[in-house]
């Protein structure tokens, strides 16, 4: 069961911020205390750190910006005539510097980013707390939760962005930040993670929602991995490896009552009896309620049904794939409101997973579904990708086997190539993890995104990446539109 609430706080002359409170703490208001006066308790510590996790629940990131963008940008998601246009960029790949919801992405990352800084610059006066007041081992995992959030939301700009300002400080004055090259900020990633796995604590004593242990080694694995760096990534994954394990029903990922289940390692919080006042208003700030995502409403075919899934996805599972049908609706399938008799628009499939039809009849668009970031079966073929780029097959086989054996698929043989592997990794993920915004960057990582999307307008040398803002070259002295990503 979710243990959330929303607290609104003010730190004087620096910014505003927005939590989740676990219901277990009765918090006093800090509205009016300085920076200078705060890290005083374990709430005021505690109110700081969930304000970092905030700015996930924005319009720019995860509830909605973030799906669309990937999902379409990989053609999972194919757009039906209603889409709006702000949408059907990504389909069209039209999208340029000007485009709102991409400075909502950015905007979002680095107001995450500042959060998390104003925590890792106060980590003395966090320390300073008495332990009878909190205990070392909490301010540890604080701190490491603020080096996790602030490692995700700077993996999200690199590999949207490729270079882009690295700030591990609030700053001082208004003067701005110049980019910084990709490897120095995938190299700010690696630290911060590397910390954070050792003062993060375990899924088991961690409450649902925060980073974990688990969590920080699965990103870390997952940051080698786009580096290639495959002992390293491996290295990482070993030590989660097993304290996982996969659901028995492969759907369980995607219903509200059974979240944070044996297979998550990350996912953003989502409660949709929280509250969603602002949600319309923050597409990055993280302010107010925002404790609801669009994605069933986006998606679902009783209600917006903006997108729909493209056929060739479908196409790609094998027969007596059970994932099949537990990622889509199709003609002649049950839902909360009886028998699908015909899908609008004549569609042939619609998407199930992440949708409430299950039990409702409608989105009513607020859903309460948290978004899987991180999940067992991706560090699996993870680990299957760099057991096979080392040459170890027979290895990747196995971790590969280890999904298809949940999907009631038989087992890949032995003896396959390292080319064959490949190829099976490449399926797998894509019918393992459909719409979960995962393949747009698998397939720029693998160097097979031009083979896959040129025909609808994708071009290389390009599109990898999206471009800088606008906004951020107006506003910020550091850069300038000679530093612009090519083709922008």
């Given at each position: 069961?979710?243990?959330?609430?929303?607290?609104l706080?003010?730190?004087?002359?620096?910014?505003?911020?927005n939590?989740?409170?676990?219901?277990?703490?009765?918090?006093?208001?800090?509205?009016?205390?300085?920076?200078?006066?705060?890290?005083?308790?374990e709430?005021?510590?505690?109110?700081?750190?969930?304000?970092?996790?905030?700015?996930?629940?924005?319009?720019?990131?995860?509830?909605?910006?973030?799906?669309?963008?990937?999902?379409?940008?990989?053609?999972?998601?194919?757009?039906?005539?209603?889409?709006?246009?702000?949408?059907?960029?990504?389909?069209e790949?039209?999208?340029?510097?000007?485009?709102?919801?991409?400075?909502?992405?950015?905007?979002?990352?680095?107001?995450?980013?500042?959060?998390?800084?104003?925590?890792?610059?106060?980590a003395?006066?966090?320390?300073?707390?008495?332990?009878?007041?909190?205990?070392?081992?909490k301010?540890?995992?604080?701190?490491?939760?603020?080096?996790?959030?602030?490692?995700?939301?700077?993996?999200l700009?690199?590999?949207?962005?490729?270079?882009?300002?690295?700030?591990?400080?609030v700053?001082?004055?208004?003067?701005?930040f110049?980019?910084?090259?990709?490897?120095?900020?995938?190299?700010?990633?690696?630290?911060?993670?590397?910390?954070?796995?050792?003062?993060?604590?375990?899924?088991?004593?961690?409450?649902?929602?925060?980073?974990?242990?688990?969590?920080?080694f699965?990103?870390?694995?997952?940051?080698?991995?786009?580096?290639?760096?495959?002992?390293?990534?491996?290295?990482?994954?070993?030590?989660?490896?097993?304290?996982?394990?996969?659901?028995?029903?492969?759907?369980?990922?995607?219903?509200?009552?059974?979240?944070?289940?044996?297979?998550?390692?990350?996912?953003?919080q989502?409660?949709?009896?929280?509250?969603?006042?602002?949600?319309?208003?923050?597409n990055?700030?993280?302010?107010?309620?925002n404790e609801?995502?669009?994605?069933?409403?986006?998606?679902?075919?009783?209600?917006?049904?903006?997108?729909?899934?493209?056929?060739?996805?479908?196409?790609?599972?094998?027969?007596?794939?059970?994932?099949?049908?537990?990622?889509?609706?199709?003609?002649?399938d049950?839902?909360?409101?009886?028998?699908?008799?015909?899908?609008?628009?004549?569609?042939?499939?619609?998407?199930?997973?992440?949708?409430?039809?299950?039990?409702?009849?409608?989105?009513?668009?607020?859903?309460g579904?948290?978004?899987?970031?991180?999940?067992?079966?991706?560090?699996?073929?993870?680990?299957?990708?760099?057991?096979?780029?080392?040459?170890?097959?027979?290895d990747?086989?196995?971790?590969?086997?280890?999904?298809?054996?949940?999907?009631?698929?038989?087992?890949?043989?032995?003896?396959?190539?390292?080319?064959?592997?490949f190829?099976?990794?490449?399926?797998?993920?894509?019918?393992?993890?459909?719409?979960?915004?995962?393949?747009?960057?698998?397939?720029?990582?693998?160097?097979?995104?031009?083979d896959?999307?040129?025909?609808?307008?994708?071009?290389?040398?390009?599109?990898?990446?999206?471009?800088?803002?606008?906004?951020?070259?107006?506003?910020?002295?550091?850069?300038?539109?000679?530093?612009?990503?090519?083709?922008y």
């Amino acid at each position: 069961m979710k243990k959330i609430r929303i607290i609104l706080m003010v730190f004087a002359t620096l910014f505003v911020v927005n939590g989740c409170e676990e219901e277990d703490f009765e918090l006093t208001n800090p509205s009016g205390l300085s920076p200078e006066t705060y890290f005083r308790t374990e709430a005021q510590v505690q109110s700081a750190v969930n304000a970092v996790y905030a700015n996930t629940q924005t319009i720019g990131l995860y509830t909605r910006t973030l799906f669309f963008a990937m999902d379409i940008m990989s053609r999972e998601a194919l757009g039906n005539p209603q889409l709006e246009a702000d949408k059907r960029v990504y389909q069209e790949w039209s999208f340029d510097a000007s485009h709102p919801p991409i400075a909502w992405y950015w905007d979002a990352c680095f107001r995450g980013i500042n959060k998390a800084n104003f925590v890792i610059d106060n980590a003395d006066k966090i320390n300073e707390i008495p332990s009878s007041l909190l205990s070392d081992e909490k301010k540890a995992r604080f701190i490491g939760e603020a080096k996790y959030m602030r490692a995700f939301y700077y993996f999200l700009l690199v590999t949207r962005f490729g270079d882009v300002p690295l700030i591990t400080t609030v700053p001082e004055d208004g003067s701005g930040f110049p980019r910084t090259p990709a490897d120095q900020v995938y190299d700010q990633i690696i630290a911060d993670l590397n910390d954070a796995s050792q003062s993060l604590w375990d899924k088991g004593r961690t409450e649902n929602g925060r980073a974990t242990q688990g969590a920080a080694f699965a990103l870390l694995g997952k940051t080698h991995l786009y580096l290639e760096e495959y002992d390293e990534a491996l290295a990482a994954f070993e030590n989660i490896y097993g304290q996982y394990s996969l659901e028995d029903d492969y759907f369980a990922n995607f219903r509200e009552e059974e979240e944070f289940g044996p297979e998550s390692i990350f996912e953003i919080q989502y409660d949709d009896d929280m509250g969603n006042s602002a949600v319309w208003n923050s597409n990055a700030a993280g302010e107010d309620a925002n404790e609801v995502t669009f994605r069933g409403q986006e998606y679902g075919f009783n209600d917006w049904f903006n997108v729909y899934p493209n056929p060739a996805l479908i196409a790609e599972y094998e027969e007596g794939d059970i994932r099949l049908d537990e990622s889509f609706y199709f003609n002649g399938d049950t839902f909360a409101g009886g028998l699908i008799e015909e899908l609008p628009l004549e569609r042939d499939a619609a998407w199930r997973k992440y949708q409430n039809y299950y039990k409702d009849v409608n989105e009513d668009q607020a859903s309460g579904i948290n978004m899987k970031v991180i999940r067992y079966a991706d560090v699996l073929l993870m680990m299957a990708e760099a057991e096979n780029a080392l040459g170890n097959q027979a290895d990747a086989i196995d971790y590969i086997n280890e999904v298809r054996e949940r999907a009631e698929l038989a087992p890949l043989s032995d003896g396959l190539s390292q080319d064959e592997v490949f190829d099976a990794i490449v399926h797998e993920r894509m019918v393992e993890l459909a719409g979960e915004q995962v393949r747009f960057p698998d397939l720029v990582r693998w160097g097979l995104a031009a083979d896959y999307l040129s025909e609808f307008g994708f071009q290389a040398g390009k599109h990898e990446i999206w471009p800088i803002p606008n906004d951020e070259i107006s506003a910020n002295e550091g850069i300038s539109q000679e530093d612009q990503n090519p083709g922008y």
